[in-house]
């Protein structure tokens, strides 16, 4: 079905979408986005959300992890740096949501720069414990900065902050709107990015930092940029996320989200745009599934209630092993064999 | 100046118990290039173990224990050949995650059968204080100071004269050359394997007899990364050092400035280190070529 393709011009070849089965796809998927929520219930409404929060930050995380090779164990903290500066901005600065959202991320660029410095000398493991230790630093501070954070409690914002021109922004169905809006602009930003220079520059530090250097890539610059970009978005998620639910507290942060999210990336495709999306959804989704069957033998099996967190905790190990034993590429690459199959299919040879 | 002694003295038996865990870190490191990220959890294997064959069955505590590393010893083994043999020479990455994605398992294992009520350990470890001089310390921590320094004199012979420690040096300085001269990296990685898991349930017991049986356990697995890093990941003197730093490091900053600090300054004085000696104290010093 989409065998013989053959670009005659550079403009096709250079087309964001190749084949008529690419643009329908998107149209498809574009158009379930514009009809989901008139259609969904608030439950699933949440799920869409917190499914667009977490391809934002996932699509982050890849861009440093995936498509620049440098392992951050600290996008938790990152995030925290997003979400409690946009609440102190809103609280304390008095700014509305419009003004916050950027300069929160804008301010968790810089951070992730600051904490990025350590990748100049340090690659692999050593990086991936530099970060870490950026995690446990960016945790203490939150709850022992009582003054400006509010330490272990938790944060409210105000909630004049969510208004725009007189409109309050609020709801499920409201910021469906505004996250998938950040969503596909992320998207179709970091898509584009590795068509330029900065973002082949990313890859080829991935692939060799020396002889990166050698063709002559900055690393010092570049490697910023890469931790800079890549906060930039968890910054956004961690914003996002503070006017969404009004309210913040630092466990929402912590190394578990590091986890979390660098598990996202690994499911859904280091290095792959779509699938950091993929891994997003199949993040928040398969929780909210085994919540859900546990709850139908809630009555059947009384201990259910007690086990479940850590049926969650095994599943979550399991997952990730299975992956990376199984299917070290993720989702994408899944989802990749399926097209291929098709492509010739029904006359494959 | 009795504040000092004092204050070294709990450093130094703080910084005994991170040496031992960080023993368990170094070997895997050093025999697999992997690092072991379910190590705390390995730990918390090893301190309920105890408890159920000692507390919950009610057997003599040598033979507890004794069971307690028989059975790492397994869990070590099928760890290695079901998680980690299929990821043989994957990146660094994947290997983070899927020792992240294994201590996730083991942990919700460990919640699952025990529950997560902090239970209380079998006080079979003397814990009645001790004065040397005119400091205070408990027996249980001085024993832990004993454990580490006669595992280390163990390792290090190990690693010097054993057959099996020659071959674990040869495999981590280059697994195609030790292939070729005949050595099975699959039976290497087994051993190093089932001897790391052991040596976290050690480790394990003895932290479980200072904190309790509880999830705490295996929290001391993250505080050990600062301890393995300072050291160099591939040295076991690294280690045994990076544990007594660390652990005065905290008792210092914990008695003169804050004990709010004292959990984080690891961290701080981690990434400084890490930007002057990007191998640690005693790590060997990696030099790539394009």
């Not at chain 1, 912590?254 to 996202?264: H, K, N, R």
């Amino acid at each position: 079905m989409e065998c013989g393709i053959f670009h005659t011009t550079y403009q096709q070849d250079m087309a964001f979408r190749h084949t008529w089965m690419e643009k329908a796809r998107l149209v498809l998927l574009l158009g379930f986005i514009l009809v989901f929520p008139f259609v969904a219930n608030r439950y699933w409404l949440t799920l869409a959300n917190q499914i667009g929060l977490a391809a934002i930050g996932a699509i982050g995380l890849n861009i440093l992890t995936g498509f620049t090779g440098q392992i951050s164990l600290g996008q938790g903290a990152f995030m925290a740096v997003g979400a409690y500066g946009a609440g102190i901005m809103a609280n304390r600065l008095g700014w509305p949501i419009w003004l916050t959202i950027p300069a929160a991320s804008l301010l968790t660029a810089g951070v992730g720069a600051i904490f990025g410095i350590p990748s100049l000398r340090l690659k692999g493991l050593y990086l991936a414990i530099a970060t870490l230790a950026a995690q446990q630093i960016i945790d203490w501070l939150i709850t022992h900065w009582t003054s400006l954070t509010g330490g272990v409690e938790a944060l409210v914002l105000r909630r004049e902050a969510n208004v725009v021109l007189g409109v309050a922004l609020r709801g499920d169905r409201t910021f469906y709107w505004i996250i998938m809006a950040f969503a596909a602009a992320t998207t179709l930003f970091t898509a584009n990015l590795f068509r330029t220079r900065v973002g082949r520059a990313f890859v080829a530090i991935r692939d060799q930092d020396i002889a990166a250097e050698v063709i002559g890539i900055n690393l010092f610059l570049y490697k910023l940029l890469a931790f800079a970009t890549s906060s930039f978005f968890v910054g956004l998620t961690g914003a996002l996320t503070a006017h969404y639910r009004g309210i913040i507290s630092w466990e929402r942060f912590t190394i578990e989200t590091s986890i979390l999210y660098l598990a996202m990336i690994i499911i859904g495709g280091l290095g792959s745009v779509s699938g950091s999306i993929y891994g997003a959804a199949f993040m928040v989704l398969v929780p909210a599934f085994i919540t859900n069957v546990g709850r139908q033998f809630q009555t059947t099996i009384p201990a259910m209630a007690q086990l479940l967190p850590f049926i969650q905790q095994g599943i979550f190990g399991i997952v990730i092993i299975f992956f990376l034993v199984i299917e070290p590429e993720g989702l994408a690459k899944i989802w990749r064999d399926i097209k291929s199959y098709f492509a010739l299919w029904p006359f494959s040879y | 100046m009795e504040k000092l002694v004092q204050l070294t003295v709990s450093g130094l038996t703080n910084g005994a118990i991170y040496a031992l865990v960080a023993l368990g870190f170094v070997l895997i490191y050093k025999s697999s290039d992997v690092l072991n990220f379910a190590q705390g959890e390995l730990l918390l294997f090893g301190a309920y173990l105890t408890f159920f064959f000692v507390a919950q069955q009610g057997l003599i505590w040598p033979l507890g224990v004794l069971l307690t590393l028989v059975v790492a010893v397994f869990i070590g083994v099928l760890i290695e050949r079901f998680v980690l043999r299929p990821l043989i020479g994957e990146p660094i990455i994947s290997m983070i995650m899927v020792t992240i994605g294994l201590s996730s398992l083991l942990k919700a294992i460990v919640n699952a059968i025990w529950g997560p009520v902090p239970r209380e350990f079998p006080p079979f470890i003397p814990s009645h204080e001790v004065y040397l001089g005119t400091a205070v310390v408990g027996m249980d921590r001085l024993l832990a100071i004993v454990i580490a320094l006669i595992l280390l004199g163990l390792f290090s012979l190990f690693f010097r004269y054993s057959r099996e420690g020659i071959a674990m040096r040869a495999i981590a300085d280059d697994q195609q050359a030790a292939l070729s001269m005949g050595i099975s990296v699959r039976r290497v990685f087994a051993v190093s394997w089932s001897i790391a898991a052991a040596t976290a349930a050690v480790g394990g017991v003895m932290v479980a007899n200072i904190v309790g049986v509880s999830g705490d356990v295996s929290g001391v697995g993250l505080r050990v990364f600062p301890v393995v890093i300072l050291g160099g990941l591939d040295s076991i003197p690294g280690a045994i050092l990076g544990g007594a730093i660390i652990g005065l490091l905290e008792a210092y900053t914990g008695g003169y400035i804050g004990q709010g600090l004292s959990q984080v300054i690891p961290f701080i004085v981690l990434v400084l280190i890490l930007m002057v000696r990007p191998y640690g104290l005693f790590g060997q010093e990696i030099i790539e070529r394009v």
